[in-house]
C-alpha cells in the first residue's frame, strides 16, 4: 500500500532528527565539559556566546540549559541567566545517601543479567580509566570515573536508574571540584577494577560491599564538615 505522506511531512521528518541530534550534541558537550571540571561550578552559561559558538539559535541554547536545569547541573536563575551548578554541603551529602540506595540495586541487577558482553565493556571502561592514569590524565580520569557508574547502570538494562545515575555522577563530579581534599585521591585507581572481578564472578553481596566502601573513599577525600564549623571572626580581622 503506497505511502498516504505528503512530500512536505516527509521532509520535515529528517530535518526534525537533524535538529534533536544537534540538540543532543550540545547537550553532550556541555555535560562532558562540566565533567571534566572544564566548566566550573558556579561559570555562567551565556546563551548568546553559546549559540554563537554552535551556530545555533538561542531558543535552541536554553532548550539544552533547560534539560541540564532539569538534571541539577545547572542552576537556572531569573533575571540572570544559566549557571553550572554550586551543590552545597547539603545536596553532597544527599547525593551519597541517594548513590547508597541506588547503587546497591544497580550491582544487583547487573549480576542477574550479567553477558559476557557487558563484562567485556565494563572491563573495557576500566582499562581506559587505567590509560588515563598511567597519561596522568585528570580530566579524563575525573570523566572516566563518572562514567563508569552509568555505564553499570545502562548494562543493568534500567532505564530510570540510568537516568538517575548519569545525573548523580555529574553532580558528584561538580562536588570533588568544590569539596575534594586537595591532599586525597577522590577515585582509587583498582576500586573499580575490583567491583566488576566482584561482578564478573557474580559475587552480589561482595560486589555490594566494595561499592559502598568506594563510596565510602570518594565521600570522605571531601571536606563537607564545614557547614557545623563556626568562623572565628575576631582571629580573621583582628591581627
Partial sequence: ???????????????????????????EKIYVAILEHRLHPGTKLVEERLADIFNVSRARIREVLARLAHEQIVELVPQRGAYVARPTIEQALDVFEARRLIEP???????ETLTP????????????????????????????????????????????????????????????????????????????????????????ARAEKLML???DHIESSMKLDAATEEVDLEAIFRT
Avoid: W
Fill in 117 to 204: 558482553e557487558k563484562l567485556a565493556r565494563l572491563r573495557a571502561h576500566a582499562e581506559l580509566e587505567m590509560d588515563a592514569r598511567r597519561r596522568d590524565d585528570k580530566r579524563a580520569v575525573i570523566r572516566l570515573s563518572g562514567e563508569f557508574h552509568s555505564l553499570a547502570a545502562e548494562l543493568a538494562g534500567n532505564s530510570a536508574l540510568t537516568r538517575s545515575m548519569r545525573e548523580l555522577s555529574v553532580l558528584t563530579c561538580l562536588m570533588i571540584f568544590l569539596y575534594d581534599s586537595p591532599t586525597s585521591q577522590s577515585c582509587r585507581a583498582d576500586e573499580h577494577a575490583q567491583i566488576i572481578d566482584a561482578i564478573g564472578r557474580r559475587d552480589t
Fill in 213 to 215: 566502601e568506594h563510596l
Fill in 105 to 111: 540495586a544497580v550491582v544487583r541487577r547487573l549480576v
Fill in 1 to 27: 500500500m503506497p505511502s498516504t505522506r505528503s512530500p512536505r511531512r516527509a521532509a520535515a521528518i529528517p530535518a526534525r532528527l537533524q535538529r534533536e541530534n544537534l540538540h543532543d550534541e550540545i547537550y
